[in-house]
Nanobody
Framework: QVQLVESGGGLVQTGGSLRLSCAASGRTTLSNAMGWFRQAPGKEREFVAAISKSGGSTYYADSVKGRFTISRNNARPTVYLQTSSPKPGDTAVYYC?????????????????WGQGTQITVSS
């Protein structure tokens, strides 16, 4: 199994920046493509960003494209989400997820392992 632990959440002002980290442990050879999702109160979990095993391919939701950046360090192994120019609408619990195949997908059902989540609150 794979364990994922997110960190780096907190309170940030509009226009600020915050970097989330997600550290993988356990059978990390099973953790290949990875993604970030978020869930705001009363809303369904939604896709934010995803990255392939090599890091050569990245995908973003339209709502965060140009503002958020996903990256990974396979030596650690850790995946990151750099949030720039956050907006109050970005307030949510952010979840890290991984899947056993190398190609990322945008559907939450396509991921095999999940972290517990970390809260980002954006104040205006």
């Amino acid at each position: 199994q794979v364990q994922l632990v997110e960190s780096g959440g907190g309170l940030v002002q509009t226009g600020g920046s915050l970097r989330l980290s997600c550290a993988a442990s356990g059978r990390t050879t099973l953790s290949n493509a990875m993604g970030w999702f978020r869930q705001a109160p009363g809303k369904e979990r939604e896709f934010v960003a995803a990255i392939s095993k090599s890091g050569g391919s990245t995908y973003y939701a339209d709502s965060v494209k140009g503002r958020f950046t996903i990256s990974r360090n396979n030596a650690r192994p850790t995946v990151y989400l750099q949030t720039s120019s956050p907006k109050p609408g970005d307030t949510a619990v952010y979840y890290c997820a991984s899947r056993e195949t190398i190609v990322p997908v945008t559907a939450a059902t396509g991921y095999d392992y999940w972290g517990q989540g970390t809260q980002i609150t954006v104040s205006s």
